[in-house]
T-cell receptor, first 112, second 112 residues
């Protein structure tokens, strides 16, 4: 256990479903991140929240909608996804970029 | 913006042999450099980091890395590989703006 908990670990959803991924950290970190990890591709930064405000959105499609209600929780709301959205979604947190990130174990998402 | 290249997609070494994983970065200022390891089905774990000072940094699990500014490199090394080191290794370069870029990863296989 790294201190960053992601649920669920696995998710299978249809293209018309709506689901949410959850990330929780109690490390006292003030920044949280969503990354997408697809096979044979570098990790893609999706969203960055610093002090609960979104500071970066790397041109992510609107079918992905993040929410950061407080500094300990981060959600990724999913709707009308495509099969190419199937990937491992990783959450991370940090207190200071100098110190690196702490990652969760990820949610393996399969869109059918 | 910063970028990272890991030239080797897959490396195989024998148990007990030495290991060097290559990483080259591109960044206009002094970078923050990291190595992470990812075991199957898991998130990324920080092995070591560099942002100033001694260019040879020690990490967990017996790993070390050397920052060479003249070569824009930050190669990861281990003198004697164990079977449990088999995993995917990611080099990353960070900046103060919470924008960490990852390489595509190098998959390490350890032969008995």
């Amino acid at each position: 256990e790294t201190g960053v908990t992601q649920t669920p670990r696995h998710l299978v959803m249809g293209m018309t479903n709506k689901k949410s991924l959850k990330c929780e950290q109690h490390l006292g970190h003030n920044a949280m991140y969503w990354y997408k990890q697809s096979a044979k591709k570098p990790l893609e930064l999706m969203f960055v929240y610093s002090l609960e405000e979104r500071v970066e959105n790397n041109s992510v499609p609107s079918r992905f909608s993040p929410e950061c209600p407080n500094s300990s929780h981060l959600f990724l709301h999913l709707h009308t996804l495509q099969p190419e959205d199937s990937a491992l979604y990783l959450c991370a947190s940090s207190q200071d970029p100098d110190l690196g990130y702490t990652f969760g174990s990820g949610t393996r998402l399969t869109v059918v | 913006a910063q970028s990272v290249t890991q030239p080797d997609i897959h490396i195989t070494v024998s148990e007990g042999a030495s290991l060097e994983l290559r990483c080259n970065y591109s960044y206009g200022a002094t970078p923050y450099l990291f190595w992470y390891v990812q075991s199957p089905g898991q998130g990324l774990q920080l092995l070591l980091k560099y942002f100033s000072g001694d260019t040879l940094v020690q990490g967990i699990k017996g790993f070390e890395a050397e920052f060479k500014r003249s070569q824009s490199s930050f190669n990861l090394r281990k003198p004697s590989v164990h079977w449990s080191d088999a995993a995917e290794y990611f080099c990353a370069v960070g900046a103060r703006n919470n924008d960490m870029r990852f390489g595509a990863g190098t998959r390490l296989t350890v032969k008995p």
